[in-house]
């Protein structure tokens, strides 16, 4: 070889390297990006079956009338419920989905209804003082609010939008002073007040 090319030639094979590189990264990322996808169908797919499961357990409940059913179908609904916000708030689901299932559980807790002697409210009382009393105030706050809402469905949907909004908001917060082991409950009530 002329060794007047061959720095040309180191320089061609070192572009073709950087290209390669290149689109092996890109590979990856779309490989990964298909991948978060699919996991994120999945996840919602997997939450849309647990709400027709729940509309089933709804309805026997009503049907029998056995409090203890009633109290069962609570139990999963609320669990089913935090675990939407929760999958939600850690960016494992978008917030369409997320606003659609929390749009249904506002028209439930305006309907309120009573199964095995009990209504949706008051189960949330019930559910939210033991159960769920310290897992996640921001869930515990953000329904307490869907539960003290009022006026027509156009505003009920707008009041929900901006309960999502302000906890979308501070949501990075809430990552980083996770982190940093910063959290406290009077955290997440004042992140919920803005």
Same mark, same amino acid.
């Given at each position: 070889?002329?060794?007047?090319?061959?720095?040309?030639?180191?320089?061609?094979?070192?572009?073709?390297?950087?290209?390669?590189?290149?689109?092996?990264?890109?590979?990856?990322?779309?490989?990964?990006?298909?991948?978060?996808?699919?996991?994120?169908?999945?996840?919602?797919?997997?939450?849309?079956?647990?709400?027709?499961?729940?509309?089933?357990?709804?309805?026997?409940?009503?049907?029998?009338?056995?409090?203890?059913?009633?109290?069962?179908?609570?139990?999963?609904?609320?669990?089913?419920?935090?675990?939407?916000?929760?999958?939600?708030?850690?960016?494992?689901?978008?917030?369409?989905?997320?606003?659609?299932? !929390?749009?249904?559980? /506002?028209?439930? &807790? =305006?309907?309120? #209804?009573?199964?095995?002697?009990?209504? +949706?409210?008051? $189960?949330?009382?019930?559910?939210?003082?033991?159960?769920?009393?310290?897992?996640?105030?921001?869930?515990?706050? !953000?329904?307490?609010? /869907?539960?003290? &809402? =009022?006026?027509? #469905?156009?505003?009920?949907?707008?009041? +929900?939008?901006? $309960?999502?909004?302000?906890?979308?908001?501070?949501?990075?917060?809430?990552?980083?002073?996770?982190?940093?082991?910063?959290?406290?409950?009077?955290?997440?009530?004042?992140?919920?007040?803005?």
């Amino acid at each position: 070889m002329n060794p007047q090319w061959a720095p040309l030639a180191q320089l061609s094979s070192t572009l073709v390297l950087t290209v390669c590189a290149l689109l092996a990264a890109l590979a990856y990322l779309r490989h990964a990006r298909r991948e978060e996808d699919e996991r994120r169908a999945s996840l919602i797919d997997r939450y849309n079956l647990e709400e027709e499961s729940l509309k089933r357990l709804r309805e026997e409940a009503s049907v029998s009338g056995d409090p203890v059913r009633a109290r069962e179908f609570f139990a999963r609904f609320w669990r089913v419920k935090f675990e939407q916000f929760d999958a939600w708030l850690s960016g494992r689901v978008d917030i369409g989905s997320f606003t659609l299932w !929390f749009h249904r559980t /506002l028209m439930q &807790l =305006k309907s309120n #209804e009573q199964i095995g002697g009990l209504t +949706l409210v008051e $189960s949330w009382r019930l559910i939210a003082q033991h159960d769920l009393k310290h897992v996640n105030p921001w869930f515990n706050g !953000f329904i307490e609010e /869907l539960v003290t &809402l =009022k006026a027509g #469905e156009g505003a009920q949907m707008q009041e +929900l939008l901006r $309960s999502v909004e302000a906890v979308y908001k501070h949501s990075r917060s809430w990552r980083k002073k996770r982190r940093r082991g910063e959290m406290s409950v009077s955290f997440y009530r004042e992140a919920l007040r803005k």
